[in-house]
């Protein structure tokens, strides 16, 4: 069996920034103007406050900056707080073959790392790809059983990219990386049981695994051991965590072909597998097909998706988000008035949670395990089939392969720019933004990254308190 975690961590050690592709290279301030975006949304939600609030009055060097506000932390809770601001939503980035966020967890511990050591852009940069990479083969090589036996890809496979990047900002050699990722492997969490029953955990589980993950680099730093085989050995995280491990998987061309290339960004916030059921939705309503026309839906599904993200009867926000059925209905009610801009966002599903048409006809929408779905899935995309029955006994279908945001249909940094500015529009200054993005597309020439957090919601901005100045608690 090939050493996995001792590779994993040879590759994070040593990876520099211009090591990476020209193609990655394109890729990365694209990643980081993605996550800032999902950042300006969560960072006021209910959650991301109340965390916030929980941490506010913590010990330690407060050095470390929390996104859009003037406060700051010790590295490990700020990356917490950052990380439940940004992965609360199911608006950030995916990748398909791992069934993990990565970014969510990866740039929250990285960023404060990064700070608080004064990296350079291009340092982070090279460390955030390791993270991603690491994180993303992790979950590959245990994935579908994994998330089958009721983990959450993203916290439990994510702390280890967390681990993988704050190592390689914090210059640690080969041997304490893979400690790092020997004590992340014990730190790994994460269950589903939220898709069943709902609650909060989903919303912080990338802000816990984001602090994990560093912790687990700044324990390897102060000289504490990890397994050095935690990933694949007889007893380590791949087989408690997994009914399969593929160890070629997470090695095979590592340091050659970058699977963080697979991964896509969201339009909508739902889950990735859900992107393509809401286009075709959103095809058929552009096509005069109207919510009052429908009997009933039929929709064309993967597999995996069927009882995690098919409930028609949402409880509250988060489960409609998951619902494939209160998605597609509401995207079909929605198209005709924004036409092809059709973005799904947390307010719209929080908006018309209730609402009797939407609801109605999600309860008339059946997902079906779709054949050729299943034949065209691939590791960077899930098509998606929606069929109307309308009343008048007629069928319109509409079959998407390649969502908006996959590798296939991407997203690029000139439209990742344009919506980062349509969600801080209302929440940061015109001029702010204009010279934050200046900033973020060229961060690998930034001496450092101070500049990446400087942005303020207006709401936030103010005076810092005596310690947030000094750095210092009194």
């Not at 210059?171 to 609650?199: E, H, M, P």
């Not at 070629?248 to 991964?263: I, K, M, P, Q």
Request: glycine share 8%; net charge neutral; charged share 20%.
């Amino acid at each position: 069996m090939p050493p996995v975690t001792a590779q994993l961590a040879r590759f994070a050690a040593a990876l520099r920034w211009d090591d990476l592709p020209p193609d990655v290279r394109r890729f990365m301030p694209v990643l980081l103007v993605d996550i800032f975006r999902a950042g300006a949304v969560g960072y006021d939600m209910p959650w991301t406050r109340k965390v916030r609030d929980l941490h506010a009055g913590s010990t330690g060097p407060r050095r470390a900056s929390v996104l859009y506000s003037d406060v700051r932390m010790d590295v490990v809770r700020a990356a917490f707080v950052n990380g439940t601001a940004c992965g609360s939503l199911d608006w950030d980035d995916a990748h398909v073959a791992a069934i993990l966020h990565p970014g969510i967890v990866v740039w929250p511990a990285a960023l404060a790392v990064a700070e608080t050591a004064g990296s350079s852009g291009n340092e982070l940069l090279a460390a955030v790809a390791a993270g991603y990479e690491v994180a993303i083969r992790v979950g590959m090589s245990i994935q579908p059983e994994h998330s089958l036996r009721g983990f959450q890809g993203t916290p439990a496979c994510g702390v280890f990219g967390a681990a993988a990047a704050c190592a390689r900002l914090l210059q640690l050699d080969v041997g304490r990386t893979r400690d790092a990722l020997g004590i992340a492997a014990t730190f790994a969490c994460g269950l589903s049981q939220f898709f069943v029953s709902g609650s909060d955990i989903k919303r912080f589980h990338a802000g816990k695994a984001a602090a994990n993950g560093m912790e687990a680099a700044l324990l390897a730093q102060a000289g504490l051991t990890g397994p050095p085989d935690a990933i694949e050995g007889t007893q380590g995280f791949a087989r408690a965590f997994s009914d399969r491990f593929d160890p070629e998987t997470a090695v095979s061309a590592l340091g050659e072909d970058y699977r963080l290339s697979w991964v896509s960004l969201k339009p909508h916030a739902v889950s990735v597998r859900m992107q393509a059921a809401i286009e075709a939705a959103a095809a058929l309503a552009l096509s005069s097909v109207t919510v009052d026309a429908v009997l009933s839906m039929e929709i064309g599904v993967h597999g995996a998706m069927m009882g995690k993200l098919t409930s028609s009867t949402p409880g509250d926000q988060q489960q409609a988000q998951l619902s494939t059925p209160f998605a597609v209905a509401l995207a079909l009610m929605l198209a005709p008035e924004r036409g092809a801009t059709l973005a799904l966002s947390t307010d719209d599903f929080n908006t018309y949670l209730h609402h009797p048409v939407v609801r109605g006809l999600a309860g008339r929408a059946t997902c079906v395990v779709d054949a050729e779905v299943e034949r065209l899935t691939t590791r960077e995309a899930v098509p998606a089939r929606v069929t109307c029955v309308l009343k008048d006994g007629s069928r319109r279908e509409r079959f998407v392969q390649y969502p908006k945001g996959c590798p296939q249909n991407p997203i690029g940094l000139e439209e990742v720019c344009a919506r980062f500015r349509n969600v801080a529009a209302s929440r940061v200054a015109a001029h702010e933004i204009d010279t934050w993005l200046e900033q973020a597309m060229n961060v690998e020439r930034l001496p450092n990254v101070t500049p990446l957090l400087a942005l303020r919601a207006a709401n936030t901005c103010g005076a810092r308190t005596t310690e947030d100045r000094t750095g210092t608690t009194e």
